[in-house]
């Protein structure tokens, strides 16, 4: 039999079924139970509002293991306990933040760099409404089109990416209308 000249082409087609439904219709392997989760695109707007409710330009790396978040001028207070740095929104507002430290870590930069970077953790908030603790390192991404890289330990249990897509939780508007309670 002569096989057919061309490309096979993959429709993302939407099904009411789980994740976990789809995996025993058609008989793929599974390690644990499948678990629904929601997709979202290779940029996200996300909201950290212990630092503002400004929502940043998220970018999803599921190559990159920890979160990141822009910060330049990062100054550790004299007991270690608590870092203060300056971090710019998405619409170049400059902000200045402080928060706890929950630990430093060696980090090894997409580059092969290891550097000592400050770790915090805070509440992220995604269009839509969906909100959860993330930890984040600090570094400078000034050179980044994203000031938030949001890694895989973050997004574990919670998403699913399509590479080819992007704000598929919502765009910055809905992130206005969901993500912050109205008084």
Known sequence: MKRPHGVWKAQRVFTESSSAAMALEYSLPTTHKASERLL???HEWIGLPEFGLQPWVAKTDSGARTST???TDITVSPDGQRVRFTTTCSDHTTLICEAPIVRCKIIRSSAGIAEQRVIIATTAIFAGGLSFPIE???ADRSNMKCPV?????????YFLIDPQSDYLL???NDFFQTAI???
Do not use: F
Request: aromatic residues 0%; hydrophobic residues 40%.
């Open 136 to 138: 984040l390192t600090l």
């Open 40 to 42: 979202i695109g290779r």
């Open 170 to 172: 919502g765009n910055q």
């Open 149 to 157: 890289l949001l890694g895989r330990r973050a997004m574990a249990g």
């Open 181 to 183: 309670p109205s008084s």
């Open 69 to 71: 978040l822009h910060a």
